[in-house]
């Protein structure tokens, strides 16, 4: 199955709306005549759609900028209203946003938020035709009690709950091992193709084998551009989910490139 890589940005609460636009001039700079067989995405603060949306789109913009696709970080599960803070799917939608990240491990530590609300946005986000950066992953004290398969399994069946399977062709899903966020620590690549193996097989489950067999499966959690390559080049992960790593235009474009490297283009 050849699957399209993904690699997405999450600038966090990183990158005002000048640093964006100092970031991208010199991102696109050093995209300049190049193309990968990936898709580029970008989820800055909420305060930096605009100016995101203002480079990447405005006229005369280069095929390079247009060819990136701007996400979101989180969403209300409600439509409008007295939810103060919050940011529903048709503001997003304003600003030209595909993706959205929902169900980051930390929405879910440091915000409270279960699986039942992330299903909610999951929904919500569907409703306005937005793609859901779907994310999953264990604690270390979770996969060192044995209970990888069970955290995992639990965050997609709940997380997944009453998605259609055409619902489901739009998902992506980010396996981030919440003890490799930001540590430094990578999973090893066996580590994170067994877990991306069997985020798959729950998938194929729920939806049947074709539906698996078409996600795609981002890995997160320190991506570097030394790592990367040998991380896409196992099976079952189709691009990443990076942190830290993407606040600088020349690693995230290494990340790219290298995590390109063994694709076919
Ligand atoms: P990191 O973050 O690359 O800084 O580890 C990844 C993430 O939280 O999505």
Redesign the pocket.
């Known amino acids: 199955m050849n699957r399209k890589p993904i690699f997405?940005a999450?600038w966090?609460m990183n990158m005002g709306a000048s640093a964006t636009e100092d970031f991208l001039k010199s991102f696109l700079s050093k995209l300049l005549g190049q193309s990968f067989p990936a898709e580029i995405v970008i989820a800055p603060p909420f305060v930096s759609l605009a100016k995101l949306t203002e480079v990447l789109h405005s006229s005369g913009a280069s095929n390079e900028a247009q060819s990136i696709q701007i996400a979101a970080q989180n969403c209300s599960e409600h439509d409008a209203g007295a939810y103060t803070g919050e940011v529903s799917v048709l503001m997003l939608r304003e600003f030209l946003v595909h993706y959205v990240?929902l169900g980051?491990?930390?929405r879910r530590a440091i915000y409270g938020e279960t699986d039942a609300v992330i299903n909610a946005k999951i929904h919500k986000a569907r409703e306005a035709n937005l793609k859901p950066i779907f994310?999953i992953g264990e604690t270390l004290a979770q996969r060192e009690a044995g209970h990888l398969e069970t955290v995992l399994r639990t965050q997609i069946t709940e997380g997944l709950n009453n998605v259609s399977d055409k619902d489901m062709a739009e998902i992506v899903v980010?396996y981030?091992p919440v003890w490799?966020?930001?540590?430094?620590v990578t999973a090893s690549s066996q580590q994170a193709q067994d877990a991306h193996a069997l985020v798959r097989s729950v998938i194929a489950e729920l939806y049947g084998q074709d539906t698996a067999a078409k996600i795609r499966i981002q890995y997160?959690?320190?991506?570097?551009p030394a790592n990367a390559a040998e991380l896409m080049a196992c099976p079952d992960i189709d691009g990443?989910?990076?942190?830290?790593?993407?606040l600088e235009p020349q690693s995230f474009l290494e990340i790219i490139r290298n995590g390109c490297s063994n694709q076919p283009s």
């Open positions: 997405a999450n966090k990240i980051h491990s930390e994310c980010a981030e490799a966020i930001g540590t430094g997160g959690g320190s991506v570097k990443a989910l990076i942190g830290g790593a993407a």
